[in-house]
């Protein structure tokens, strides 16, 4: 399942990111890695996915989101 796979509401982990060098490196400086606990918080937007990370919150384009597996 990926990133814009997941409801609103739910929490995932991450667990791969099936991207460039330089869009994980991007993810990363934002904290988003492997291994860390999302909340979706929004997911019916049409091209904005917006999580909850480490007490922040983070918009993704929907792009992007469906690069990011998670369970």
Do not use: W
């Amino acid at each position: 399942m990926t990133l814009a796979d997941a409801l609103k509401g739910q929490k995932v982990t991450i667990v791969s990111m099936d991207l460039t060098e330089l869009g994980v490196n991007r993810l990363t400086a934002l904290g988003l890695t492997p291994g860390v606990r999302v909340r979706v918080v929004d997911n019916s937007l049409k091209d904005t996915s917006i999580i909850e990370c480490r007490g922040s919150r983070l918009a993704l384009g929907r792009g992007l989101a469906r690069f990011i597996v998670v369970k």
